[in-house]
């Protein structure tokens, strides 16, 4: 057998090996707490190896306990989801506005300082999160903004702006400019070639990069817990399951449930803008 | 059409413009000048947003940083004022910030690598197409997509040494004697061949849960890059006799090198600063103590804001001096190779 021949059946059998690992790792975890969330705590303490559900196991009361207000025993997920949806949504709503008007600049118009202004967009990626912690958690304990939703969709502009006019830039400057020109010769002014030809044009990126914003803001966890961890009835979904998960008291198929609540969101959002969000992360990665 | 036609057309109003031939020279200025003007207009917004949220509170860490600081104090003071370099002795004088250091650079490094390696891999393997490709290229992605927190919880679950699934199979099909506490043991000893060596098991898990996680970043971003180059390399390559493996290295590999060198920068980046993953995992305890948690404990614990805004100033700094280095040494390399 030549060496060519080897390698030809050694990575064919690998390649299948790798396929059947890779489905392995990713989708077990999720059918695990999937099949915990359905099953009574005693089920799952009394056989933990165990990776289906009985039928005389099946129950829908773990939902019922997660999903319940506090006030009828139950863990109160509705209120944090009301909570999570709140705060991104209008995370969503102030990044679009603010990435917009400073991405099309960057990408259509030359003027003084642009090239700077366009590389500190993307500098201001680079500095962590923790960096900007201290400073943000002092800034609103004195606006007294500290304990509010508001506060938080603040952070989180701040934390996917850049990314999103990196999003947004790269694929308006593949709107051809003389499309522009045709609506400029047409009477357009600049504001009105941006809001009646180049938005709409530029539709899917808006709704790849909103996708984008909607999910960090909805996983996000760090300042969610440093900014209302004092204050249970503002919790987001992240935050109620990571403390919740801390204490003993609520059994874990109860918490199973509440982690599906948690992830259905942004994994149906996810399937269902699945091409556009792969290709605006993407874009320019294939140009090498 | 008509309005702008007008307007060019008829006469310019007496005073603004000179009687002479002076205009056909000074009409791409004043498109520029416009355009110029139209530049900043927009930019502003979202220039001011970007200052607020952002880059003050950049510029005010570094002040905090040298300022005596507490939590209960900071309503009163000034921005400026009360200038000190404690926190900064207290950062690197304090128990662990040392051992800490390397902690976060094993983990940054051991996830950075394993999670690129990972997505090459992947990559590799769904390039060609195949049936449920597509299903599974969208469920690999799943643990990236999904929210952290759920993701550390079933984890944690399924590690658990009392009724997590991993530890029941060990004992059923390993035959392993005792559970193993994955998140809460420093030091695994492992005896292979007669050697008995400690593992970090506590670290290594979290690397490992960090790996899972991030992989399918790597893998979007190199199989995007894979589609793209041309067939025609591949075939003269097999035409000429190259294998498999002499095709990736001589062909595919010095194509995907910048993506995978600006993969590895990201990713360490990233990890580098992470705070969830290890925080809701092992909440910094067995081994695990990265420097963000660090940060947050300063913050939270301690309600010393000088001093995290210090730890958090240091871990800036050095990640700065580390990704300077890679740049002057490796990035021109990489570039040289392609």
């Not at chain 2, 603004?16 to 139209?38: I, K, L, Q, Y």
């Not at chain 2, 009724?163 to 199979?169: L, Q, R």
């Not at chain 2, 993506?259 to 909440?283: E, H, P, Q, W």
Request: proline content about 5%; charged content about 15%.
């Amino acid at each position: 057998m030549t060496r060519a021949q080897f390698e030809e059946r050694f990575f064919g059998a690998a390649r299948w090996v790798v396929i059947a690992f890779l489905a392995l790792i990713t989708l077990v975890p999720f059918y695990y707490m999937i099949v915990l969330s359905l099953k009574p705590i005693d089920s799952l303490l009394v056989d933990p190896g165990s990776i289906w559900v009985g039928a005389k196991d099946l129950t829908t009361q773990t939902y019922r306990d997660v999903l319940k207000p506090t006030s009828e025993g139950g863990q109160g997920f509705l209120q944090f989801m009301l909570n999570s949806a709140l705060v991104s949504l209008g995370t969503v709503a102030l990044t679009l506005a603010a990435a917009v008007p400073g991405s099309y600049a960057i990408s259509r118009l030359k003027f003084f300082g642009g090239r700077q202004v366009s590389a500190m967009f993307l500098a201001v990626y680079l500095f962590p999160a923790t960096l900007l912690a201290v400073p943000l958690f002092v800034m609103f304990a004195r606006a007294g903004l500290s304990k509010s939703l508001v506060g938080l969709a603040i952070v989180y502009v701040a934390q996917t702006l850049p990314v999103s006019i990196y999003m947004l830039k790269n694929y308006l400057v593949t709107i051809p400019q003389s499309i522009e020109e045709a609506a400029a010769l047409d009477g357009c002014g600049r504001l009105q070639t941006v809001r009646r030809v180049v938005l709409p044009l530029a539709l899917p990126s808006l709704m790849a990069t909103g996708l984008y914003v909607f999910m960090i803001a909805w996983n996000e966890f760090l300042f969610a817990l440093l900014f209302l961890v004092a204050d249970p009835d503002k919790w987001t979904v992240s935050l109620g399951l990571a403390q919740l998960s801390n204490g003993i008291e609520v059994s874990k198929t109860v918490l199973m449930a509440g982690s599906v609540i948690l992830t259905i969101p942004v994994v149906l959002l996810f399937f269902a803008a699945e091409r556009l969000l792969t290709e605006g992360l993407t874009s320019g990665a294939d140009k090498g | 059409m008509t309005t702008t036609h007008s307007r060019t057309a008829g006469k310019p109003a007496p005073g603004t413009e000179p009687p002479d031939g002076g205009r056909p020279e000074r009409r791409p200025m004043t498109a520029s000048r416009r355009e110029n003007r139209a530049g900043l207009a927009f930019v502003t917004p979202t220039f001011l947003v970007v200052l607020v949220v952002v880059l003050i509170p950049i510029m005010w860490t570094v002040l905090l940083a040298f300022q005596d600081a507490k939590l209960v104090d900071i309503q009163g003071m000034g921005v400026f004022g009360n200038w000190t370099l404690e926190n900064f002795a207290d950062v690197f004088g304090s128990a662990g910030f040392w051992s800490s250091l390397v902690t976060t650079l094993i983990y940054t490094a051991g996830s950075t690598v394993g999670s690129v390696l990972l997505g090459l891999v992947a990559a590799l393997a769904l390039r060609r197409p195949f049936r449920g490709r597509g299903l599974l290229r969208g469920s690999m992605l799943l643990p990236y997509v999904a929210p952290v927190v759920a993701m550390a919880f079933v984890w944690e679950v399924a590690l658990s040494p009392q009724y997590g699934v991993v530890n029941e199979w060990g004992k059923s099909l390993f035959g392993w004697d005792d559970p193993i506490a994955f998140l809460s043991t420093r030091d695994y000893e492992v005896s292979l061949l007669g050697w008995h060596f400690d593992i970090p098991l506590a670290l290594l898990t979290v690397i490992a849960f960090e790996i899972w996680r991030y992989f399918p970043f790597a893998f979007l971003f190199l199989l995007a890059r894979l589609q793209a180059v041309p067939d025609g390399l591949e075939e003269a390559a097999t035409v000429d006799g190259a294998t498999i493996s002499q095709r990736f290295r001589h062909i595919l590999l010095p194509q995907l090198m910048p993506v995978i060198a600006l993969l590895c920068v990201l990713r360490f980046i990233m990890s580098f600063n992470k705070f969830d993953d290890v925080y809701l995992l092992t909440g910094g305890g067995s081994g695990t103590d990265v420097a963000a948690v660090r940060v947050y404990d300063f913050l939270t614990s301690r309600y010393d804001v000088g001093a995290a805004a210090a730890q958090a100033l240091v871990l800036a700094v050095i990640l700065m001096v580390l990704l300077g280095l890679y740049f002057k040494f490796f990035a021109k390399r990489v570039q040289e190779e392609s």
